[in-house]
């Protein structure tokens, strides 16, 4: 509650409060006329909140002459973005026929997909300053509203803009057939290496029909095929973006890996790790000199010595596999320990034994009496009787925290070989693990309220990415997720274990699956996270344009249109209205956003709208609103 509130507590029969991110606002119940408002009130209104100077020539002044606190300079620079954003939109762009992908990590290049999906075609991205001459003309309403505005006399216009905009913003500098034969390629599958240089690209094909059984099952940890999901034969492919040339490829054939949205794969500075999910084997990889070289798999064997011993699998082989077996070791010590400790504890506390020799009974939670001895073997008894469902957990999801250490997460078989929905309740484990010293360092089930503790407070540790830990490690970012973890622990059928397992499914995070653009940073600017977010995943179509606000002053920056609107008079049946999805891929620092919507159930037709930075300086141009970002309307009403 606000001072003001405090202070007139008695006075709430006239207005309500409500508070907001950025401002604050009275709403009035009645309208009352300005001679009928108390004294307070008309004081109160008139102490409006003051807006920091939004001109652009002030924040450049202010960039170059401020001094900064270490470690803040790259938050000045970021605020910058509250002056330069994107303000016109170009609806149904004419294209190449390709799959539009995502920028490089340095925005240089823009990554596609050929439409046979064989080739990965490499453009360069120009600025969006390179299509300044192309709409020097054009006002940004006139490039929007063109399939609304049938009568418009700029149709011929837009038309050439839609065809142009293209060429004017990407020059394609390579196209290179990288695809193996019979396979294609993943166009949800790219990973870029830390120098920008080269460019990890995933394709998959049926495999072979003569498959051997040896192939299928390398271990015994091996799963079942499920027919509905049969294997496939998979290739990753090292391309030299600077040479335009493919340098290296691995094959993986008889085996299931998750390469949409590199789930399957992570990529932490050099070092490269693939999860063959059917194998339930880790395979790590070194790119050196142009190269995969491989260093060592974690599964069967967890140590790199070990592996050196030559051995044959045998079907009939019950050993437990080396990472299995550390899952199995490290609980029977934490089980151990806390027995060893609880046992301290209760000798300390409990009364000496009788002359008889037997221990005193003590009460448990349900108010059965329980010996002693019984109370301290329970812990072992709660192990052995998980034991069989520990041991049929299957390796499912995987990440790099650093160089040494992995965070696995483990289900059971039906959910890995997607038998069933992966929504289903069952048991499901978190494993952090040390690669140098081949030992599991802490275990976490999905309910876990530390892990989502360490998520909330340290999630910038799961984000390799250093740019868009701004994105994801901010204050309003931690409140956002206290307000989902609200909203659904106060949901019907919900609770605090509902919303911890919901929270946990982000866990483990893909490699490269947020972006770094300053316009998503929530630290800047305010916008409905249920429309567009940081995860490049599609979201559905908003009906309306979606708004970013600016942070500092409250005040409405810019808007983002998706998609066409249809004509007016135009009845839709409710058998064609059906919902749209729309991908947006961000540049990561120029003032550019492309949208792509899929407009039928078909993967063949797309609408691709730009958004990007453009000024109108024709007739009746507003300067003031060219440098400060915010239009003049006293100015427009002395004009008119």
């Known amino acids: 509650q606000s001072t003001w509130g405090k202070e007139h507590s008695n006075k709430t029969e006239y207005f309500n409060y409500r508070a907001t991110d950025s401002s604050c606002f009275l709403t009035s119940k009645m309208e009352y006329e300005d001679q009928n408002k108390p004294s307070w009130l008309v004081t109160h209104l008139k102490q409006r909140r ?99 505005s049938a009568q418009s006399l700029m149709i011929p216009r837009q038309h050439e803009i839609r065809r142009q905009i293209f060429p004017k913003l990407f020059r394609l500098l390579h196209s290179i057939n990288v695809a193996p034969s019979g396979q294609l390629l993943n166009r949800e599958c790219s990973l870029f290496t830390s120098d920008n240089r080269y460019l990890i690209v995933g394709s998959s094909g049926r495999t072979s029909e003569d498959l051997i059984i040896t192939n299928i099952y390398t271990n015994n940890e091996s799963l079942t095929v499920n027919p509905s999901h049969p294997l496939e034969d998979y290739s990753l492919i090292l391309i030299d973006m600077e040479a335009a040339i493919s340098v290296d490829t691995v094959r993986f054939n008889a085996d299931k890996i998750f390469l949409s949205h590199n789930q399957g794969l992570y990529l932490y500075n050099n070092l490269l790790a693939v999860l063959s999910v059917q194998n339930q084997t880790i395979f790590l990889y070194r790119i050196d000199a142009r190269y995969f070289n491989h260093i060592h798999s974690i599964g ?3 140590h790199p010595v070990d592996a050196l011993s030559p051995s044959i699998f045998d079907p009939n082989d019950i050993t437990i596999n080396d990472l299995k077996h550390k899952l199995l070791s490290y609980l029977w010590k934490r089980v151990f320990d806390n027995r060893m400790r609880g046992q301290g504890d209760n000798h300390n506390q409990q009364p000496m034994a009788s002359e008889g020799g037997t221990q005193p009974p003590i009460r448990s939670e349900g108010g059965n009496k329980q010996p002693f001895r019984e109370t301290l073997n329970q812990p072992f008894r709660e192990f052995f009787y998980n034991f069989n469902n520990i041991l049929n957990l299957r390796l499912w999801r995987m990440q790099l925290l650093d160089e040494d250490h992995f965070l696995f997460k483990y289900a059971s078989e039906d959910i890995v070989t997607l038998r069933v929905n992966e929504t289903i309740p069952s048991l499901r484990v978190f494993v952090i693990y040390r690669i140098s010293l081949a030992t599991v360092v802490a275990v976490f089930e999905n309910t876990s309220d530390e892990l989502l503790n360490l998520y909330e407070l340290f999630s910038d540790w799961f984000r390799c990415n250093a740019v868009s830990n701004f994105n994801a490690n901010s204050m309003w970012s931690w409140q956002n997720q206290q307000r989902f973890k609200q909203t659904l622990i106060n949901a019907k059928y919900g609770g605090k274990l509902e919303a911890i397992k919901t929270c946990l499914i982000q866990l483990p995070v893909s490699c490269q699956s947020h972006n770094p653009s300053p316009y998503l940073d929530l630290g800047l600017f305010s916008y409905d996270f249920k429309w567009v977010s940081v995860m490049e995943r599609p979201k559905w179509c908003s009906d309306h344009p979606i708004r970013f606000f600016s942070r500092q002053s409250g005040l409405l920056k810019f808007t983002i249109r998706t998609g066409v609107s249809p004509p007016n008079n135009t009845i839709i049946s409710s058998s064609t209205q059906t919902r749209k999805l729309v991908a947006f891929i961000f540049h990561p620092t120029e003032p550019f956003v492309i949208s792509v919507q899929r407009v039928q159930r078909t993967n063949s037709e797309y609408i691709v709208n730009f958004h990007l930075r453009h000024r109108y300086f024709g007739p009746s141009c507003d300067i003031f609103e060219d440098f400060t970002g915010v239009p003049d309307t006293r100015k427009r009403q002395r004009t008119s």
């Open 50 to 148: 003051k807006i920091p100077n939004q001109n652009i020539l002030h924040f450049l002044r202010r960039r170059e002459t401020t001094m900064m606190k270490h470690g803040a300079r790259i938050h000045a620079m970021r605020s910058f973005y509250q002056c330069v954003y994107p303000n016109c939109t170009v609806v149904n762009v004419d294209k190449p026929p390709c799959f539009l992908r995502k920028f490089s990590l340095d925005g240089r290049y823009f990554i596609a997909f050929s439409g046979t999906q064989q080739q990965v075609e490499i453009y360069e991205f120009r600025g969006a300053s390179a299509v300044g001459k192309l709409l020097h003309d054009v006002r940004c309403e006139d490039v929007i509203d063109l399939d609304s």
């Open 300 to 302: 069967r064997y967890c």
